[in-house]
């Protein structure tokens, strides 16, 4: 069975899922949940960001009224994304068929994206954009504002709706994450079935819009499919017999990876840039005592400052886990693949796993 058709594991709506005491204030909307999952602390934010890009949409209708026309792609089909993850479905299947631009520079966090102008003409020239919806405000706004020749939006695929729910309907008071919350978590490629689904619709788009090489595609999706089953298998297998099951990272972005592994999430905060309250302090270091709390993960591309703090306090270790947002230098892997092995390894010292 390939990991397209293997169900992907969801956590048990019966067992309490810790969160950080600053999400026990108050009940959230469905708005506010977005917003957290997507990295946007504030409304004004957002804003300020999409007006970036209405900007860059006004310079680019001029720039591709003097450019007269998509360039050549010396038959390449041009695939333009937002996200690293997203950029490797798009390599790894297209081969040498695609030539992909990725939008996010190295280092950044996608969640921020604010697109130049000749990025915004870019995404007009393509032949495929490959994205989810909500995830990147600035992308959606550019595939609105500068339609590519074709679009493909893996919520369907995967299930996950960002951008599509019940704003009003509100979460428990004491933060915990349901079945439903996760649906709405746009890291899907933590779970190597839901990045199976993705896999296999990226390849029927690329089918479907160059069928003269329609036999590359399928054959380079059945060995990521078969890579990405081998991977569940891995991470299912070997976090087993663990002393702890509670996994702490520095914010929310692991839901789809604890729902599969068994693991219980518990967020040192809500969003990259969210720093907690001296009593919340206190309480997530009660917590990581009482929980018998192995490590505190952090991740590359966000400050490890509150983490560090918690585990001074503590004496609880830490040690870098990485949601696979984007690649970088100091990368622990060269690619999706390496990278979530990479992520196995940490887990499995980290947790104390025995199997």
């Not at 996950?160 to 490629?189: C, Q, R, T, Y």
């Amino acid at each position: 069975m390939s990991p397209s058709r293997m169900p992907p594991s969801t956590p048990d709506p019966s067992t309490p899922r810790l969160l950080p005491p600053s999400s026990r204030r108050a009940p959230r909307s469905r708005r506010t949940v977005r917003r957290v999952l997507l990295g946007q602390s504030d409304r004004s934010g957002t804003r300020a960001r999409l007006s970036g890009v209405g900007l860059a949409l006004g310079a680019a209708l001029l720039l591709g009224a003097c450019s007269g026309g998509t360039d050549a792609t010396d038959g390449r089909l041009r695939v333009v994304v937002g996200a690293y993850p997203f950029a490797y479905l798009a390599e790894t299947i297209g081969g040498g068929h695609v030539a992909v631009d990725l939008l996010t520079r190295p280092g950044a966090e996608p969640h921020d994206l604010e697109l130049t102008a000749a990025q915004v003409t870019g995404v007009g020239k393509a032949d495929l954009a490959v994205t989810l919806g909500g995830f990147q405000p600035a992308v959606d706004q550019a595939i609105k504002a500068a339609p590519p020749r074709h679009t493909l939006d893996l919520s369907a695929a995967t299930g996950i709706s960002v951008e599509h729910h019940d704003e009003e309907h509100a979460i428990a008071p004491d933060g915990h994450e349901s079945p439903e919350d996760l649906a709405h978590d746009p890291h899907f490629w933590l779970d190597p079935a839901l990045m199976g689904r993705a896999a296999d619709a990226v390849a029927d788009e690329l089918r479907r819009l160059d069928p003269a090489h329609a036999g590359d595609y399928d054959a380079n999706r059945d060995r990521l499919d078969a890579q990405l089953r081998d991977l569940r298998d891995a991470f299912r297998s070997r976090l087993t017999g663990c002393r702890s099951t509670t996994l702490v990272t520095s914010h929310a972005a692991y839901g789809h990876l604890a729902a599969f592994t068994g693991f219980d999430p518990y967020a040192l905060a809500l969003t990259p840039d969210t720093e907690p309250s001296a009593g919340e302090l206190a309480q997530i270091v009660s917590v990581v005592r009482s929980h018998d709390v192995t490590t505190i993960y952090t991740e590359p591309l966000a400050s490890p400052k509150v983490a560090d703090v918690i585990a001074t306090e503590t004496g609880v270790p830490t040690a870098v886990l990485d949601p696979i947002e984007g690649l970088t230098d100091t990368s622990a892997g060269r690619d999706y693949l390496s990278l979530m092995r990479a992520d196995l390894e940490t887990l499995v010292t980290g947790q104390q796993c025995r199997p």
